[in-house]
């Protein structure tokens, strides 16, 4: 299985606001063959994480 992984995923992936969606995530990814990142999924990641979360 292909998945796109939106910035939603990845956010669910490394913050621990909900631990059931958090393993909902891991499992899916676990099963995916190949994982689709764009850099405008990455960029908006960052953003999120340096405003919502305070990371560098």
């Known amino acids: 299985m292909k998945l ?7 956010l669910r992936f490394v913050t621990p606001d909900d631990a059931d969606q958090q393993d909902i995530v891991i499992e899916a990814l676990k099963t ?25």
């Open 4 to 10: 796109t992984a939106d910035t939603n995923l990845l």
């Open 32 to 56: 995916a063959d190949r994982v689709a990142i764009s850099v405008h999924v990455l960029r908006e990641m960052a953003w999120v994480m340096e405003r919502r979360y305070g990371a560098a």
